[in-house]
């Protein structure tokens, strides 16, 4: 049921959006499948012990998107949903990005380019130690265009992390435009693989290959895994879909009735489905 | 008092100045919509380029682009034009002495929402450890629109920190401003407050009033221009007054602050001496008013300072 979850995700994503009148509504939607493949089933995590060492460790590079990080923390236990209510309020301790006051969150982000870095640096400890923790990391495709994001890919594979697993929102659009009409980025799968990466392409929003990709890795042993996640900003509302200008926008009262609307009927038939 | 959108002003200045100068290039890096450089972009498509999210690119391409005669204005959020870019501004513009002009927005508390990520308390006294670069922090539409015409004619480097959100008129259409040039807009005998941007000129303005109706009487400058520092002003200012509180919208050390109390200290002038600014602190999200009073930036806690100074 992990489909549904992701839609009632989409729920309160949406919800705490319009309630704090701000947020970056776009690549909200077009990662939450991800995080609910990852929080929900891939990760090793136990939210009672958000500090356990031997925890699989999961950053959230593109920290814009953290409307949808808070919602699946406080689904997945890690504080309760009440907490939520305080997003964007000026005591809260849920930040228009991630920040250290978060149980459930591994590293303050938000200014782009930092996560996989630092992944490399928590892999590479793992290695070191003979730990048996893995690393995840999601960035943005528009976040691929600092330079910092292919320092760590040729750290990854230098150091053969195969316990290191990059994730690509790959929903092609960023704040000023399509990706590749400002800095074109195709064809990234190639990228990847140059810098010795194993990649492995999936529709983003589609649960089953979410947690094929997810359960499949190392997909290649000695190598780190780029999981190229093709993605629809916006995901799961028909007005928010592929519009620029949604990356950082809040529903009007009636576009909040339509998306709650859409996404009831889309939860109704995906419990049909049982999926 | 009237106000006019401060990033509407560095759009259409570049817009004007591009008329008859061919050189006139700018960059963004994915925010043009944010800091309005967008407007450019739309009028002069061919001499504006979005490098995508990569500020330290963006930098070292402006300098590129400085090399061969063009004349570069760059912007970004402060927090990214200060830490993301340090090093290509640092070697790549300004110790190669090249032209590049870097637009750092959303000073200080003015990031709101967008929290420590995002919120430049520290890009002033990075700024000012680079030798020779010019650092100006207009604190209104008209400061703004003339020291972008400066800076386009002026060859060297510039840090122009900008908010990007509307801010009051302060000065007639016909002031004229300089690098390194103070201006006093509220003469005072019993205290001086140095201050920087829109936001804490205005605050000060407003604690010289209420210091006013107590009988002190504080004299405000709006400093302008960080870096060259009009140590003139300053000390005349603090000799005459005896108290001197600075008044920043950043960290309270490395920026204005440090810079005053150099100034002041090697001139042999004795004044009481208190600063206005974030204390040894990360950013947090709130609106500006929350924040102002979160780091004590407010006019009541500025006349609170003048106060404290016997
Ligand atoms: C270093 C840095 N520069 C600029 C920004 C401002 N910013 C926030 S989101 C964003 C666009 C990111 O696009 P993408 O990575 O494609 O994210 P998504 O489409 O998933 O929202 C930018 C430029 C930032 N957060 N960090
Ligand atoms: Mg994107």
């Given amino acids: 049921m992990l489909a549904a979850q992701s839609l009632e995700l989409r729920k309160d994503i949406l919800s705490l959006i319009k309630r704090a009148n701000g947020g970056h509504t776009g690549g909200c939607l077009s990662s939450i ?41 406080a689904k997945a236990g890690f504080f309760p949903a009440l907490v939520l209510e305080q ?34 640096g928590m892999a590479l400890a793992a290695k070191r130690d003979g730990a048996s923790y893995r690393t995840f990391v999601l960035m943005g495709d528009g976040e691929q265009a600092e330079g910092s994001v292919w320092e760590a890919a040729m750290a990854g594979s230098h150091y053969g992390l195969d316990n290191l697993v990059g994730i690509v929102d790959y929903n092609g659009l960023q704040i000023s435009g399509k990706v590749d009409d400002v800095m074109r980025l195709s064809p990234l799968g190639d990228r990847w693989a140059a810098f010795g990466w194993k990649v492995v392409q999936i529709d983003g929003n589609d649960m089953g290959q979410v947690i094929g990709a997810l359960d499949s890795v190392p997909a290649k042993a000695g190598s780190p895994t780029l999981i190229l996640a093709r993605t629809i900003k916006g995901k799961g509302v028909s007005f928010i879909e592929n519009q620029v200008a949604w990356h950082h926008k809040v529903p009007t009262d009636e576009q909040y009735a339509q998306a709650m609307r859409e996404l009831d009927t889309a939860i109704a038939s995906a419990r049909e489905a049982r999926v | 008092m009237e106000k006019r959108e401060m990033r509407a002003v560095y ?49 070292g391409v402006a300098a590129g682009l400085s090399s061969v005669g063009k004349i570069p204005f760059a912007s970004t959020f402060g927090s990214f034009a200060g830490r993301r870019d340090y090093d290509q501004f640092f070697i790549s513009a300004n110790y190669a002495r090249l032209n590049v002009k870097l637009v750092g927005t959303d000073p200080g508390v003015t990031a709101k929402y967008n929290g420590g990520t995002h919120m430049p308390f520290e890009d002033l006294a990075l700024m000012r450890a680079i030798p020779k670069l010019v650092i100006l922090e207009p604190s209104d539409p008209v400061s703004l629109g003339k020291l972008i015409r400066k800076s386009a004619s002026y060859y060297g480097c510039v840090y122009l920190r900008m908010q990007r959100s509307p801010a ?68 005349a200012q603090a000799g005459k007054t005896g108290r001197v509180v600075t008044c920043e919208n950043g960290q309270a050390s490395g920026g204005l602050s440090s810079a005053v109390a150099e100034a002041i200290l090697e001139s042999g002038v004795r004044a009481g001496f208190a600063r206005i600014g974030v204390k040894d602190e990360f950013g947090e999200v709130g609106t500006v008013e929350y924040l102002m009073e979160r780091y004590a930036l407010r006019a009541q806690d500025i006349a609170a300072a003048v106060r404290s100074l016997a």
């Avoid at chain 2, 007639?172 to 690098?179: G, K, Q, R």
């Avoid at chain 2, 103070?182 to 209420?210: C, H, I, P, Y």
């Avoid at chain 2, 709006?222 to 060259?228: A, E, G, T, W």
């Fill in chain 1, 33 to 73: 499948d991800i995080l609910v493949g990852l929080y929900f089933h891939a990760l090793r995590i136990d939210p009672a012990m958000p500090r356990d060492p031997g925890r699989d460790r999961f950053v959230m590079s593109k920290g814009h998107s953290a409307e949808g990080l808070y919602c699946v923390l």
């Fill in chain 1, 87 to 120: 997003y964007g309020r000026f005591d809260s301790t849920l930040y228009g990005h991630p920040t250290m006051n978060v149980p459930g969150v591994e590293m303050p982000t938000g200014a782009l380019g930092h996560g996989l870095a630092v992944g490399v």
């Fill in chain 2, 11 to 59: 759009a259409q200045t570049l817009i004007e100045l591009a008329k008859t100068n061919e050189d006139i290039v700018i960059l963004d890096a994915d925010l043009m919509h944010a800091n309005g450089a967008f407007a450019f972009a739309k009028a002069y498509p061919e001499r504006s380029f979005n490098v995508g999210v990569a500020e330290a690119n963006m930098v």
């Fill in chain 2, 168 to 235: 009051s008129v302060l000065y007639p259409e016909s002031e004229e401003f300089e690098f390194g040039r103070a201006k006093v807009l509220r003469e005072g005998s019993d205290a001086v407050l140095f201050a920087l941007g829109s936001v804490m000129v205005n605050e000060s303005l407003a604690a010289a009033e209420t210091l006013a109706t107590e009988g002190i009487r504080a004299a405000v400058v709006d400093m302008v221009s960080l870096k060259p520092l009009d140590v003139e002003t300053v000390v």
